[in-house]
């Protein structure tokens, strides 16, 4: 019974803080995002989208498009001085097929723009013993083209409850 209720709360909290998770994007980054989801994101999550500044040529914005039992999911776009919109693609690794694929799907993105690297963390379960993370480095020109290099994938398939400081690492450049 306390599981049930502590779970009410957390639903009826995350309810009542939910925001719109377009709200403050410049209207060429919100239409991007609108086209590109078509409706297939939450339009209420309990943190709005980040913004950063690339260098003073361009823009980043890490917009959240669901929020699942353990993790969440966003989109990125780059804009630069000319309001061109463009959405971020990296590299991971699909373990079916065994190869490197490109996603615009982020799985938990993180941006540190001391060193303008964009990182995601994919739980293959909660207990976040296995999954993928992938390190890409964000280039500007000076012209504030931006492009995103993926040099780094790691991924750990098996979800066996042993826990490891790094899982192996699948891609580097």
Do not use: H
Request: aromatic share 10%; net charge negative.
């Amino acid at each position: 019974m306390k599981n049930l209720i502590f779970l009410l709360i957390t639903m009826f909290s995350l309810t009542a803080l939910a925001v719109d998770p377009t709200e403050g994007l410049p209207e060429a980054v919100k239409a991007k995002y609108q086209a590109m989801t078509a409706g297939e994101c939450q339009t209420d999550t309990p943190w709005g989208a980040e913004s950063f500044d690339l260098q003073g040529k361009a823009n980043l914005y890490i917009v959240p498009c669901f929020l699942g039992a353990y993790q969440s999911g966003a989109l990125a776009f780059t804009s630069d001085k000319f309001s061109n919109v463009q959405v971020v693609t990296v590299l991971s690794y699909d373990e079916i097929m065994q190869a490197v694929t490109a996603t615009i799907d982020l799985m938990e993105p993180s941006f540190d723009p001391d060193t303008m690297t964009l990182s995601t963390y994919s739980k293959g379960r909660g207990l976040g013993d296995c999954g993928q993370t992938s390190t890409s480095k964000i280039l500007v020109d000076d012209y504030g083209y931006v492009r995103v290099k993926t040099i780094e994938i790691r991924d750990k398939a098996e979800c066996d409850g042993q826990y490891e400081d790094e899982w192996p690492v699948v891609f580097k450049q």
